[in-house]
Every structure is written in C-alpha cells, then in structure tokens.
C-alpha cells in the first residue's frame, strides 16, 4: 500500500524591528506559482521547522532572523496548486537590508496598506490573520473557514 502525505512547510512573517511602524518582508517567486509571498520553503527530512524557518530567512532574504513564536498552522489542501501542503507560519524579527536570493525574484518591504498582488498561496490569508493579530492581539480561529 502507498500513502501520500503532505509535505511540510515554513511560512516566516519577518518584521524590520528598526524600522518605522515595523514593516514585513515579502519576496516575489522566481518559480511557479509566481506572485509575492513570505519568506518560507520546504522542512527537509531530519530538519526541525524552527531550524528550516533559520535557513529559508537567510536563503530567501540574506538575513539571519529571530524566531518569536509559532503563530499558525495552515493546512486546507487546495493552499498549493501544486500538492497538499502544511504551513507552519513562524513570527520573526530582523535587522539589517534584506536582499533576494534562492527562489526569489525581488524582496520587497511592505507596510500594512502596502500588501502587493498577487499573493501566491494562501498568503492574503494568513496576512489577514497576522494583521488582525497584531492591531487587536486576537489569534485566528483553530477551526477551518473556508
């Protein structure tokens, strides 16, 4: 018998502590599906996801990052048009000029009125929750709205 399981992924929230009003970073995909989206990738086998949340920061962006806490997890199956995945969203602080690498295109500095289309993934989503989150303090609901 052969089972399918989904694969296991990072999403990171990276906030400019030194800048005004806090700023995100996003990056613009290279590869399909293309758009902006959060820093994030693949957990490889062996791998924590504190650990691959570390390593796609410095790949994707160039900076090193300071975990804050894990904020969600996204799972809906259709959130990747390319196979089931599972988000595990990490809240993160960083210093410093962030610069594209690895899967990104361009990197990009955005305040909350600022947020481009299109977001790849469910990334409008949990950019939703995470504002909601930090003006209100109010965690988004365990229970699947979609």
């Given at each position: ?47 924590s996801v504190e650990a691959a949340a570390r390593r796609e920061a410095k790949e994707e962006i160039g900076l090193e990052i300071d975990l804050i ?78």
């Open positions: 018998m052969t089972y399918k399981n989904p694969a296991p992924t990072v999403d990171i929230i990276v906030e400019l502590v030194r800048r005004p009003n806090r700023p995100i970073i996003l990056i613009e995909r290279l590869n399909p599906p293309l758009g902006w989206a959060l820093p994030g990738g693949f957990v490889d086998y062996g791998e806490e894990q904020f969600q997890v996204y799972s809906d199956p259709s959130r990747d048009t390319r196979f089931h995945t599972i988000a595990i969203v990490f809240l993160a602080t960083a210093i410093g000029e962030p610069q594209a690498g690895d899967d990104a295109k361009h990197v990009g500095i955005f305040e909350p009125w600022q947020t481009p289309t299109p977001l790849c993934f469910d990334h409008d989503r949990i950019l939703r929750d995470y504002w909601h989150y930090r003006h209100y303090g109010i965690r988004p609901t365990l229970f699947d709205r979609s």
